[in-house]
């Protein structure tokens, strides 16, 4: 299949579409190998490129360039690649968890997952300051592909695209069955086949018009983060302090019971519209400005993630203060 792909970025959207298609009849266990065996080799691949960037890289300019800004440069950018990664990644941190071994320590799951995410990117993010160095114009183009693909010699083109493609797919594996999931979560019972289906028609209608409409693949990508990271953000953020304020001891299997007398978290829910909609307030993008969005946030969008991400912890601390709960039984 990859041999008829070629590199740009129209090419690996429909490809990688095309294979996360396919895993779709796959079982559990199946796809947990698939997911295994693609992370260890795109991950490998990956180094191999880094490596041709260590080559490459003109090394005077890199020890040359001026100290950026933490506040204004360096945070915004961590925003912009948490919203992409760790921040999306928690859609479908349910369905990951089935795959974890019940044995398993909660120290090491956390430390494991939080390394493993956290070291890759840091290496990433060094890694696209020396591609930088070999292609000045990076940060501008609209197509950040095409120019890492010209960073790289001719001839390793395919395994190239193996690793942009290809790194997709191992996340679409677990995401496409926590869909099912995440709907059950607000009342829509389907079956795996229907939500598989109908978030796969979702899929393709965006990266149709993302890929050969809109003609701007960077900035439609930036927006996409942007909006859903601050949605993200707090939402994450509210089953952090939940847990650490009530779940010590684990979710009590009662009140996940259909017959109930706890529906909803409202605390949890109240803080989440509160923080999205500050979140909101102090973005900026090509869509609109918010009403905050001034000074440092004026053109740092990103740091409304952030925004929102304090913000539900504080409402929901504040909930906790004046609520006063008796016990974790009564929160959904």
């Known amino acids: 299949m990859y041999a008829n792909c070629g590199s740009s970025t ?11 298609f396919r895993a779709w009849w796959l079982t559990e266990e199946t796809l947990a190998k698939i997911q295994t065996w693609l992370s260890w080799i795109f991950g490998l691949l990956t180094l191999v490129i880094l490596g041709f960037f260590l080559i490459r890289a003109n090394w005077d300019v890199a020890m040359r360039m001026p100290a950026g ?16 990664s760790s921040i999306s990644w928690s859609m479908a941190a349910a369905d990951w968890g089935a795959y974890v071994n019940p044995q398993t320590k909660p120290a090491a799951t956390f430390w494991n997952t939080t390394l493993g995410l956290a070291i890759p990117l ?45 790194g997709l797919i191992p996340q679409c594996l677990v995401s496409f069955r926590s869909a099912r999931i995440n709907l059950a979560t607000v009342g829509i019972k389907v079956s795996q ?8 028609i979702i899929i393709v209608v965006i990266s149709v018009y993302v890929l050969f409409i809109s003609g701007d693949f960077l900035g439609n990508f930036e927006l996409f983060l942007n909006f859903l990271g601050i949605c993200l953000a707090s939402w994450v ?34 803080s989440w519209v ?17 009403l905050f969005a001034r000074g440092i946030f004026a053109d740092n969008s990103s740091l409304a993630v952030f925004m ?10 504040l909930f906790a203060i004046i609520s006063k709960p008796k016990g974790a039984a009564s929160h959904g």
């Open 237 to 270: 953020a509210i089953f952090l302090v939940d847990s650490v304020l009530y779940r010590q001891r684990g979710y009590d299997i009662n009140l996940m019971r259909a017959d109930s007398q706890v529906h909803y978290n409202w605390p949890g829910i109240i």
């Open 10 to 20: 129209h090419q690996k959207g429909v490809c990688s579409q095309a294979t996360s």
């Open 69 to 84: 800004n933490w506040l204004t440069g360096w945070l915004p950018a961590v925003a912009f690649i948490a919203a992409g």
């Open 122 to 166: 840091f290496v990433l993010m060094a890694g696209g300051i020396l591609l930088s160095t070999i292609s000045p114009h990076l940060a501008s183009a609209s197509d950040p592909y095409q120019v890492m693909y010209e960073a790289v010699p001719a001839w390793f083109g395919a395994l190239y695209f193996l690793v942009a493609a290809g």
């Open 193 to 200: 086949r229907t939500s598989l289906t109908l978030h796969g």
């Open 274 to 290: 509160i923080a999205t909609i500050t979140g909101f307030l102090f973005t900026s993008n090509s869509l609109y400005r918010g």
């Open 308 to 317: 929102a991400g304090l913000v539900a912890i504080i409402v929901m601390g």
